[in-house]
């Protein structure tokens, strides 16, 4: 995991980098990430063109690939490393009007009313506006 920023509360968001992060993310909070992330990091190592580079150099850049074009997974988690909420959100650099931020807690929960000071901060630190109306998909 990498650190994304802190959030109020002593809560912190991390990056989930890998498919085994994302697999225990799912685990711990009862929901589906890990099928997400799989998804995404697919259609992202799908869109690689590695140009006319040698057989031997063709991937060398699909890592950096996959890390700048899928969206970001995230985690906030407690002083104790306690996983809190999940969120998915568009990479810094895409403009793609029709992706839809994800932010849920354990068991798809609305983590809204616990933790929207958190949420807050991080679409502050990332630029991006992480309204529950928008991003909370299973409203009721």
């Known amino acids: 995991m990498e650190f994304v920023c802190d959030a109020p509360d002593g809560k912190t968001w991390f990056r989930l980098e890998s498919e085994l992060e994302a697999a225990r993310e799912s685990e711990a909070m009862a929901h589906a990430v890990e099928k997400h992330f799989r998804r995404a990091w697919d259609d992202a190592a799908a869109r690689y063109a590695p140009g006319d580079l040698p057989f031997i150099e063709r991937d060398i850049g699909l890592a950096s690939h996959i890390r700048r074009t899928m969206p970001l997974f995230l985690t906030l988690r407690d002083e104790d490393g306690v996983p809190?909420?999940?969120?998915?959100?568009?990479?810094?650099?895409q403009q793609d009007p029709s992706f839809r931020?994800?932010?849920v807690g354990r068991a798809n929960a609305d983590p809204y009313p616990e933790h929207a000071a958190a949420i807050e901060?991080?679409?502050?630190?990332?630029?991006?506006?992480?309204?529950?109306a928008i991003c909370y998909p299973y409203r009721r």
């Not at 901060?121 to 529950?132: F, I, K, P, Q, S």
């Open 84 to 93: 809190l909420a999940t969120a998915m959100v568009r990479p810094a650099r």
């Open 101 to 103: 931020p994800i932010v």
């Open 121 to 132: 901060a991080l679409g502050a630190h990332l630029g991006v506006t992480l309204d529950r």
